[in-house]
């Protein structure tokens, strides 16, 4: 298959600077909640990613989930129909403020990483694939950063979106390429053979 791609942006150095400057995802700049894209909760791909994200937040240790309480008397989705989390407290049920003993961020992240694996492997898709938005609306699927429009209505408010170069804080400042720093994540979106050749394909981009 064939894939349309941006290599500037894969060749840049974004980084997520989550509890590092980020501002949030809201119409005002919020660093200090920590939410970073977790105000609005995460939109869950199907049936079976509802169901693997309802069995992980099961799992949890109450240790690493503040909302451990929440979640096992009213669930984690936001209605019958399980397409969404629950926002709980201005955020994800999945989000641990700043200062819980736990750790702060994702409960399903840190207990990925408690149990030695890949939070991609517990987060919702589209939790783990930003800053990338996949279309596959053509026969040439597309692989980009998220844009304002994306967001919908609501993108136009926001504080910032942090894949801009003028945003309120500047997330170019990472000390890896993207290719390189979410080579797990691209591959996981692509597949192996079309992340080796676009990795080949920045490679061979000349360097400043």
């Given at each position: 298959?064939?894939?349309?791609?941006?290599?500037?942006?894969?060749?840049?150095?974004?980084?997520?600077?989550?509890?590092?400057?980020?501002?949030?995802?809201?119409?005002?700049?919020?660093?200090?909640?920590?939410?970073?894209?977790?105000?609005?909760?995460?939109?869950?791909?199907?049936?079976?990613?509802?169901?693997?994200?309802?069995?992980?937040?099961?799992?949890?240790?109450?240790?690493?989930?503040e909302n451990h309480d929440v979640a096992a008397e009213q669930g984690v989705f936001a209605?019958?129909?399980?397409?969404?989390?629950?926002?709980?407290?201005?955020?994800?049920?999945?989000?641990?403020?700043?200062?819980?003993?736990?750790g702060t961020g994702c409960a399903l992240h840190l207990a990925a990483e408690a149990e030695?694996?890949?939070?991609?492997?517990?987060?919702?898709?589209?939790?783990?694939?930003?800053?990338?938005?996949?279309?596959?609306?053509?026969?040439?699927?597309?692989?980009?950063?998220?844009?304002?429009?994306?967001?919908?209505?609501?993108?136009?408010?926001?504080?910032?979106?942090?894949?801009?170069?003028?945003?309120?804080?500047?997330?170019?400042?990472?000390?890896?390429?993207?290719?390189?720093?979410?080579?797990?994540?691209i591959e996981a979106l692509v597949g192996h053979e079309v992340f080796v050749d676009l990795?080949?394909?920045?490679?061979?981009?000349?360097?400043?």
């Open positions: 298959m064939t894939w349309d791609a941006d290599l500037d942006f894969l060749a840049s150095n974004w980084t997520c600077i989550w509890g590092a400057g980020c501002v949030g995802i809201g119409d005002a700049p919020a660093e200090e909640l920590g939410q970073g894209c977790c105000s609005i909760g995460a939109e869950l791909l199907d049936d079976d990613e509802a169901m693997l994200i309802g069995a992980l937040a099961a799992s949890i240790d109450p240790e690493l989930f209605d019958a129909t399980r397409g969404h989390t629950k926002v709980h407290d201005g955020a994800c049920i999945f989000f641990n403020k700043p200062g819980f003993i736990g030695g694996e890949r939070p991609l492997d517990w987060k919702p898709s589209v939790c783990w694939q930003l800053p990338f938005k996949v279309d596959r609306t053509t026969d040439t699927p597309t692989l980009r950063p998220w844009q304002r429009t994306d967001w919908g209505t609501g993108g136009q408010t926001m504080a910032w979106c942090c894949t801009e170069r003028n945003g309120t804080a500047d997330a170019y400042v990472g000390d890896q390429r993207v290719i390189d720093s979410l080579a797990d994540e990795k080949r394909r920045v490679d061979a981009r000349p360097t400043d």
